[in-house]
């Protein structure tokens, strides 16, 4: 069992105890059609999509990644530059909104129209709020710092010189 596995395992137990009981979260299973889960990845594609446009806008392959394995037509790069934001911008999100008593609509294991459009809403209103990365002393929107990480992977990229990953100091 690898370190990352072990690592997500405590990560999600932990995380499933945060979340209220009748949501019945198992564990963290992309394929799985629970409530908390079909959450999870309806709004880590949207983070993807951002990702991957802050990666392309400086011109970095979105697909030649260095973290995940290359995978004929996966864009690896967008999936090792989303490791980072994941917490701040998609956990933290679902876990506010679903203690808040939010409950989605999953039918025959899809999002239903309603709470699609209502992820999406509260996923650009949560990418506007502040976040202070770790080693700066002033905060910045979290969508900010997507559009300003992405930048400084591709100065490091094609420097060589060494890239601080993004990382929200804890309020």
């Known amino acids: 069992v690898s370190i990352e596995g072990n ?3 405590i990560y999600w137990g932990a995380y499933a105890t945060l979340l209220p009981r009748d949501l019945g979260f198992p564990g963290r299973d992309r394929d799985s059609g629970d409530p908390v889960n079909t959450v999870l990845n309806y709004l ?3 983070l993807y999509a951002e990702a991957f446009k802050a990666l392309a806008r400086v011109g970095l392959d979105p697909y030649a990644g260095f973290l995940h394995s ?3 037509g996966k864009p690896v790069l967008t999936f090792d530059f989303v490791e980072m934001f994941r917490v701040s911008a998609v956990d933290s999100l ?3 909104l679903l203690r808040q008593g939010y409950r989605p609509v999953v039918e ?3 999002l239903n129209h309603p709470t699609r459009a209502f ?3 509260e996923f650009y209103r ?3 709020r ?3 990365p770790w080693t700066w002393s002033r905060s910045i929107a979290l969508g900010e710092a997507l559009y300003t990480w992405a930048p400084a992977l591709a100065k490091s990229l094609r420097s060589g010189s060494e890239f601080q990953g993004f990382v929200e100091r804890w309020p």
């Open 7 to 9: 690592a997500a395992r």
């Open 94 to 96: 679902a876990m506010k």
């Open 44 to 46: 880590y594609g949207i």
């Open 126 to 128: 949560w990418l506007e």
């Open 70 to 72: 290359d995978r004929s």
């Open 130 to 132: 502040k976040a202070r």
């Open 119 to 121: 992820l999406v809403k």
């Open 108 to 110: 025959q294991g899809l």
